[in-house]
């Protein structure tokens, strides 16, 4: 399995509302990843896990909430997001020196409401 | 400090003739490895190319070849024989293989000409 698996791949939601976006990757990758990426603009790092342990946290609001609950999993939760979230969130996953198997999943498209 | 540089927006190629897209980065460290990526309407980020910093041949993987200019620091991608389905965004992007970010450029957006 060289895959990284992304749910749901299109998510609508409202300014209230309480979501989860997940990633889970069976590659033995120990490394994993949420990007942020508006339209037509590069890939933006939002978390780094490193060992099911947050290594970096880009300076990221608190309505953006990451878990990684096994070396396989990787969550973001979200609440009481703006519309100016609205973006594709990608996932991605590698050994933990990058370099080796850097691999993205294919997205969730969010738009908040 | 941008890292990665990609000088085209945007890039038009007719369909069947090879097209060159430009990247250039800036590190003084010595163990790195450069990517290419190409990015379709639909979202997916999908990998092409890789070339690490010690590799002395240039990197190739079927239509795509990476023309990797070290002491210009350079790693440009070379598409041959375009086709329509090529017609997508290109990042170029570095990371430090004692590292775990990536450095991505701001992208070039690629349209296939019938």
């Known amino acids: 399995d060289t895959e990284v698996t992304q749910t749901p791949k299109h998510l609508v939601m409202g300014m209230t509302n309480k979501k989860s976006l997940k990633c889970e990757q069976h590659?033995?990758?120990?490394?994993m990843y949420w990007y942020k990426q508006k339209a037509k603009k590069p890939p933006e790092l939002m978390f780094v896990?490193?060992?099911?342990?947050?290594?970096i946290n880009e300076s990221v609001p608190s309505r953006f909430s990451p878990e990684c609950p096994n070396s396989s999993l990787l969550n973001l939760h979200l609440h009481a997001l703006q519309p100016e979230d609205s973006a594709l969130y990608l996932c991605?996953?590698?050994?933990?020196?990058?370099?080796?198997?850097?691999?993205f999943g294919s997205g969730t498209r969010l738009t908040v409401v | 400090a941008q890292k990665i540089t990609q000088t085209q927006p945007g890039m038009f190629v007719q369909e069947k003739e090879a097209v060159t897209l430009d990247c250039t980065y800036d590190?003084?460290?010595?163990?790195?490895?450069l990517f290419w990526y190409k990015q379709p309407s639909s979202g997916e980020m999908i990998f092409l190319i890789y070339?690490?910093?010690?590799?002395?041949q240039n990197a190739t993987e079927g239509r795509y070849s990476l023309n990797f200019q070290k002491a210009r620091k350079s790693a440009n991608l070379v598409i041959s024989a375009s086709q329509l389905g090529d017609s997508a965004m290109y990042f170029c992007?570095?990371?430090?293989?004692?590292?775990?970010?990536?450095?991505f450029g701001t992208g070039t957006s690629l349209t296939v000409i019938p």
């Open positions: 590190t003084s460290d010595q163990s790195y490895g």
């Open positions: 992007a570095m990371t430090y293989l004692t590292g775990n970010q990536f450095y």
């Open positions: 070339q690490g910093s010690y590799d002395e």
């Open positions: 991605a996953s590698s050994h933990t020196r990058t370099g080796f198997g850097y691999t």
């Open positions: 590659m033995g990758h120990r490394a």
């Open positions: 896990y490193s060992y099911e342990k947050l290594s």
